[in-house]
């Protein structure tokens, strides 16, 4: 049973505009939250990260909220570039991993 | 039913040592792969293998080979342990292409310790 899921395989956004990536989770007891980039032939790369503590952490254009009643995660990039466009996957742990199935972000210029 | 299960979840070692981390995926995919993650955050891809097609990161040592005994299994062997081989090993699989925009499945890890 995927404990971490990701709704979307893909998403479209035009260049300037926000992209918002989504994830949901079901253990409660998940402690930190990670979102990864992923480009073709490449492993996952680590891009941004919240801890269960926090609701909202930003590294430039990018933003993750974290709102654990709903048990869900969201990364806003603001604004959307094209070298945004990749696989995006969000990950959840506590004592192990568990990622979702990734986003397709492709964004147009 | 897990779709991606690996087996063992822990392993500990002795440097030298040969061990194999198994995978198996339920999910009739044709493409699986293994990741390396050798810090809290980081993952590096390993291989990734289907039906026709081993591709190999050069980065990766030796004595790291990868065993398909059928479409659902990636096994990972490793020879002669080393110390910096400790990390947590992911497997994933995808129906098609070889890590490129198709949708992965990732296992749950394993996580290896060399003494």
């Known amino acids: 049973d995927q404990q971490v899921k990701q709704n979307s395989p893909s998403l479209s956004v035009q260049e300037g505009r926000i992209s918002i990536l989504n994830c949901d989770y079901t253990n409660s007891m998940f402690d930190y939250f990670l979102w990864y980039k992923k480009y073709p032939a490449e492993g996952p790369t680590f891009l941004i990260s919240?801890?269960?503590?926090?609701d909202k952490n930003e590294d430039g254009r990018f933003t993750v909220f974290l709102n654990k009643s709903a048990k869900h995660l969201s990364l806003h990039i603001v604004p959307s570039q094209p070298g945004d466009s990749a696989v995006y996957f969000c990950?959840?742990?506590?004592?192990?991993?568990?990622f979702g199935t990734g986003t397709s972000l492709t964004v147009i210029p | 039913d897990t779709a991606v299960s690996q087996t063992p979840k822990y392993l500990v070692t002795q440097m030298g040592n040969d061990k194999s981390i198994k995978c198996e995926q339920n999910l009739g995919h044709d493409t699986m792969y293994w990741y390396k993650q050798d810090s809290k955050k980081f993952l590096k891809i390993m291989f990734s293998y289907n039906n026709k097609e081993l591709i190999i990161n050069e980065t990766v040592p030796n004595r790291f080979s990868p065993k398909s005994p059928d479409k659902a299994h990636l096994n990972l062997h490793i020879n002669s342990l080393e110390l910096g081989d400790s990390a947590v090993y992911f497997c994933?699989?995808?129906?098609?292409?070889?890590?490129?925009?198709?949708?992965?499945?990732f296992g749950p890890g394993t996580r290896l310790l060399v003494l």
């Open positions: 919240i801890s269960s503590i926090k």
């Open positions: 994933a699989s995808s129906q098609g292409g070889t890590g490129g925009w198709e949708t992965q499945y």
């Open positions: 990950a959840a742990t506590r004592n192990q991993f568990y």
